[in-house]
């Protein structure tokens, strides 16, 4: 069974800082790993997907890299800005899905102080 | 706007009402999904259509009811719910059968009374 896990769940910093959030999966056989934004009350906004192939993946101030055999993803945000206050989520699809069906972790929730 | 669009963006019904939340999306995916988010919880998956056909269904109640009468169209018919069923429900298609980004409506905030 595929578990996802998030840490931290929350987290403030003060603008202007560099910051890293965590993703674990506990099955390597991914087939790609999606991060999305989440604002209060809100749906989800896709940031970056990697495909089980590829090591990172970059937008802007964002990059996410992909350890698979690790198990491990981590979104790092550059200069943060209060902006990029919300929750961020990762989620999984698994390659035995034929659905496109995600596991989600529960999120990280993000504060940045100006 | 994502290109995925749901209707209504706030719901509150009573525990006898029938309603229905209906999601859209024009982007040409051939999947569709209903995910619940409820407080404190990781987003579940409840139904999956992929080509207009039900494939997937995660033990949800016989009181959520789906259809997807196009690929362009699903709903979510609700009737005889529970507080507990207070939640986000939330909308999203893809390409089941490529590497694609899933994309996600606003969410539909429904209040169970």
């Known amino acids: 069974k595929q578990e996802v896990t998030q840490i931290p769940a929350a987290l403030s910093v003060p603008e202007g800082e560099n910051l890293v959030l965590n993703c674990s999966f506990t099955?390597?056989?991914?087939?790609?790993l999606q991060w999305f934004r989440q604002d209060p009350g809100k749906g989800l906004t896709s940031l970056l997907l990697?495909?089980?192939?590829?090591r990172e993946q970059t937008s802007g101030r964002l990059n996410a890299s992909l350890d698979k055999s690790s198990g491990r993803s981590t979104l790092y945000i550059a200069a943060s800005q209060p902006g990029d206050s919300a929750t961020y989520l990762c989620a999984v699809r698994r390659t035995s899905s034929n659905t496109g069906k995600l596991i989600f972790g529960q999120g990280t929730t993000l504060q940045v102080k100006p | 706007e994502t290109g995925v669009t749901q209707t209504p963006r706030h719901l509150v019904m009573g525990m006898t009402n029938k309603k229905s939340l209906k999601c859209e999306q024009h982007?040409?995916?051939?999947?569709m999904y209903w995910y619940k988010q409820s407080a404190k919880k990781p987003l579940e998956l409840m139904f999956v259509?992929?080509?207009?056909?039900?494939?997937e269904n995660n033990s949800v109640p016989s009181r959520f009811s789906p259809e997807c009468p196009n690929s362009s169209h699903l709903f979510l018919h609700l009737h005889t719910l529970q507080p507990e069923d207070s939640a986000l429900y939330l909308c999203?298609?893809?390409?089941?059968?490529?590497?694609?980004?899933?994309?996600f409506g606003q969410g539909t905030r429904l209040t169970v009374v």
């Open positions: 990697i495909q089980s192939s590829q």
């Open positions: 259509y992929s080509l207009e056909e039900r494939v």
């Open positions: 999203a298609s893809s390409q089941y059968d490529r590497v694609t980004e899933a994309f």
């Open positions: 982007l040409g995916h051939n999947a």
């Open positions: 099955d390597s056989a991914i087939y790609n």
